[in-house]
């Protein structure tokens, strides 16, 4: 979006941000997460830290300490975003995908090589398999887990340096407790976990006719 078309949108971006953001205890973290998705938003290519902020005109250190230090928890939004979609969409299904995203490097936690289906070719990319909620008109996913795969995972027994993963794995900040995991058990691990957890039996049964899995 270029800086006018958002600007059209200010009143509406930061209302949405306040609701999806409301888990934050604190206004300083709720006026960065509404930061960072304009940023997201902004025109340009790089959606790392550094352009981001330059478009923004906001200090770069404070946006990413927000996204690496800041104590939030990931589950919580992507709960606010569910139920808010949920809302917005009046889903008719849920369907299990995968979403992509193109990379230059390879520093990138999980990026490799792999099937893009942003491109519809193998790619230098990171894929996520995901939860969306869908109608014949619209869809947004709400529930998503970052695919490793076994080049980043040091105890693979394919991996022929694991020293070398280790220390890619320790500069990318990912836990030592994720591990690489086929695409498809990721999607019935976070599909299950989502509904288990966020899916209210209230909201269930307040949904009219069938609801079914795709």
């Known amino acids: 979006m270029t800086p006018q078309e958002l600007e059209a949108v200010r009143a509406r971006l930061e209302t949405f941000a306040a609701e999806v953001f409301s888990c934050f205890a604190r206004a300083d973290q709720r ?16 959606k790392s830290m550094e352009p981001m902020a330059a ?22 939004v992507l709960a606010e975003l569910a139920w808010r979609m949920d809302t917005a969409i009046n889903p008719a299904a849920w369907v299990v995908d995968d979403v992509s995203f ?3 490097g390879e520093e990138s936690p999980g990026v490799a090589p792999q099937y893009c289906g942003a491109l519809g ?45 280790a220390a890619r794995r320790q500069r990318a900040r990912i836990p030592a407790d994720i591990t690489h995991v086929p695409k498809w058990q990721l999607a019935l691990d ?25």
């Open 55 to 76: 478009r923004l005109g906001v200090d770069r250190q404070g946006l990413q300490q927000f996204l690496t230090d800041a104590p939030w928890s990931h589950q919580l």
């Open 121 to 165: 070719k193998t790619a230098n990319c990171q894929v996520a398999p995901s939860v969306h909620l869908v109608t014949d008109v619209a869809s947004c996913p709400v529930n998503w887990r970052l695919f490793v795969p076994e080049g980043w995972d040091a105890a693979s027994p394919r991996t022929e340096d694991s020293a070398a993963v």
């Open 31 to 46: 006026r960065w997460g509404e930061r960072y998705v304009r940023g997201l938003l902004t025109d340009g290519a790089r």
């Open 102 to 104: 193109v990379k230059d």
């Open 190 to 214: 976070i599909a299950g976990g989502w509904r288990r957890r966020w899916w209210s039996p209230m909201r269930a049964m307040a949904k009219t006719g069938p609801f079914v899995w795709a």
